[in-house]
T-cell receptor
Framework: GDSVTQMEGPVTLSEEAFLTINCTYT??????LFWYVQYPGEGLQLLLK?????DKGSNKGFEATYRKETTSFHLEKGSVQVSDSAVYFC????????????FGPGTSLSVIP | DADVTQTPRNRITKTGKRIMLECSQT?????MYWYRQDPGLGLRLIYY???????NKGEISDGYSVSRQAQAKFSLSLESAIPNQTALYFC?????????FGPGTRLTVL
């Protein structure tokens, strides 16, 4: 079945460092790909998405490009802030599954001043 | 006001007790979901509903049941709680492939 794999955390970075969180997926169809973020004590919220190959999703300085050839959707940010400390989830959804979303295990990010 | 609300936010209960977690939404979405979150496992789908008359099991439905009382309300029940149901539970709605999550209910079963 479909699945999502993420790099293990926790990840600790200094403020203004470059961030990459790796995500790869397995899917039989042509899924949409997502990054969700969970701030402490809150539910998940959509950070960005891409619906087809070579699309780039971006939001709040974060970017991810849908790479069909490598089945990847890595999250990047050029300069992280303390306020980016959160858990990040890569996810996919296939139109054939009617909005059912498969989540990766999450990667915890801590940014220190 | 939050679009997706969950009650209670925290609950401690004992093994064997019946527990109901409630979810309400004001987004007008037909599709609603219940997930549980465990450290290192991400979110796993328990049940989902595409409208009031359509209820479906997710990957980990054993030990749980749900009720869709109205478009806006979707409740999750643990008929006889056990310690390995200790987790963070999230309700969500969806439209156009985007999911909208409630703040979560932290459930502890002793």
């Amino acid at each position: 079945g479909d699945s999502v794999t993420q790099m293990e955390g926790p990840v600790t970075l200094s403020e203004e460092a470059f961030l990459t969180i790796n995500c790869t997926y397995t899917a039989t169809g042509y899924p949409s790909l997502f990054w969700y973020v969970q701030y402490p004590g809150e539910g998940l919220q959509l950070l960005l998405k891409a619906t087809k190959a070579d699309d780039k999703g971006s939001n709040k300085g974060f970017e991810a490009t849908y790479r069909k050839e490598t089945t990847s959707f890595h999250l990047e940010k050029g300069s992280v802030q303390v306020s980016d400390s959160a858990v990040y989830f890569c996810a996919l959804s296939d139109f054939t599954s009617y909005d059912k979303v498969i989540f990766g295990p999450g990667t915890s990010l801590s940014v220190i001043p | 006001d939050a679009d997706v609300t969950q009650t209670p936010r925290n609950r401690i209960t004992k093994t064997g007790k019946r527990i109901m977690l409630e979810c309400s939404q004001t987004k007008g979405h037909d599709r609603m979901y219940w997930y549980r979150q465990d450290p290192g496992l991400g979110l796993r789908l328990i049940y989902y509903s595409f409208d009031v008359k359509d209820i479906n099991k997710g990957e980990i439905s054993d030990g749980y049941s749900v009720s869709r009382q109205a478009q806006a309300k979707f409740s999750l029940s643990l008929e006889s709680a056990i310690p390995n149901q200790t987790a963070l539970y999230f309700c969500a709605t969806s439209a156009y492939n985007e999911q909208f999550f409630g703040p979560g209910t932290r459930l502890t079963v002793l």
